[in-house]
């Protein structure tokens, strides 16, 4: 039998197991064995599939674990210090592209090597951009690629369903091929081993949200250290975890103008596919604060609301790239009637 499969098979089997000592309880278990699922078939596409997710020199990425900011369309490419690259953009409809470059830390996560970012103040008139990536790069304008750089990474910042995202088109880099290593055994060995390495990272990141019950913090610098997205957003985690009838609420306080947002997730931090708040869709009390209800059973007429599809447990993360008061939270329940 193949080594490749042999590796998978023990990968998914540990990485069940370890999802399954976290469940507090048989439903949780149950979507906590979805997210084993995913996690294995988001390694499986990139490995066995990765030509079918790539246009212009870029590689569509799978979020599915680790609290994906459903606000982002995000891009990658490999590189290396040898190479010469170069990213061209149109900025359309989108706010903002921020284009950051990364190691690979002892987990296997990303580690930011370098970063910037375009917006509208930062493109040509017709929103164009470009940036050069390479060895000596910063010296005119680009980003240097260090000798531990091996990853390209471009979110994209698109709330507008009516406008087109950001054109984006990345030369210098290699084709990605219909298998990542060149051969079956070893690519099933990089998705194993992957499959257990996020699986564990991400587990601190539940078990963080169960330590913030009710409540939302800055996130742990030994969480945020090993997993690094933009460098010029603030994190802030939390968790949820209410008795019938009850709800959270999350106050904003009044922000600069920028981005925020608010997003809740399932208790394995995958996204509910269910809207937040952000600055976009808000609706400030008269002080220009935000209030938001979180829960599974929210009252009627509430103007921002997480509705968490019957989930009494979970998690969510709020980003600010704006200067700002940090949010706060507290738990409501409804009023009994005498």
């Not at 699986?199 to 963080?208: I, P």
């Not at 596919?273 to 400030?284: E, L, S």
């Not at 935000?290 to 998690?315: C, Q, S, W």
Request: aromatic letters at 8%.
């Amino acid at each position: 039998m193949s080594t490749g499969w042999d590796a998978l098979h023990a990968a998914a089997a540990e990485a069940r197991a370890m999802v399954a000592a976290h469940a507090p309880g048989p439903d949780v278990a149950a979507e906590g064995e979805a997210y084993v699922a995913r996690v294995m078939a988001a390694g499986l596409g990139g490995s066995m599939l990765g030509h079918l997710f790539s246009s212009d020199g870029l590689s569509r990425a799978l979020p599915c674990h680790g609290g994906p900011n459903p606000d982002y369309i995000m891009r990658f490419a490999p590189v290396q210090a040898t190479g010469s690259y170069r990213l061209e953009g149109q900025l359309n409809g989108s706010e903002r592209v921020g284009v950051g470059l990364y190691a690979y830390g002892p987990t296997g996560a990303p580690v930011l090597t370098a970063y910037s970012a375009f917006q509208a103040g930062d493109c040509a008139s017709d929103g164009s951009f470009a940036i050069d990536l390479a060895a000596s790069a910063a010296s005119r304008g680009g980003l240097d690629i260090d000798p531990s750089t091996r990853l390209m990474l471009v979110r994209v910042l698109h709330r507008d369903p009516t406008s087109d995202p950001a054109r984006l088109c990345f030369t210098g880099g290699t084709s990605p091929t219909g298998l990542a290593t060149g051969a079956p055994d070893a690519a099933l060995s990089l998705v194993a081993r992957s499959l257990t390495n996020n699986v564990r990272e991400y587990l601190k990141w539940t078990e963080a949200a169960r330590e913030l019950a009710n409540r939302i913090d800055v996130a742990p610098a030994e969480l945020t250290a090993t997993v690094q997205g933009d460098p010029d957003t603030r994190y802030f985690l939390g968790g949820f975890d209410l008795a019938d009838g009850e709800w959270l609420e999350v106050t904003i306080p009044q922000q600069s103008a920028g981005y925020w947002s608010l997003h809740a997730y399932s208790y394995w931090y995958e996204h509910l596919q269910t809207p937040g708040v952000h600055d976009r869709n808000a609706r400030a009390d008269e002080a220009g604060d935000t209030v938001i209800l979180v829960g599974p059973d929210l009252p009627a007429g509430a103007p921002n609301i997480i509705d968490t599809r019957g989930r009494t447990r979970g998690a969510f993360v709020c980003r600010m790239i704006t200067e700002g008061g940090a949010p706060t939270s507290v738990v409501r329940s409804r009023t009994p009637v005498s």
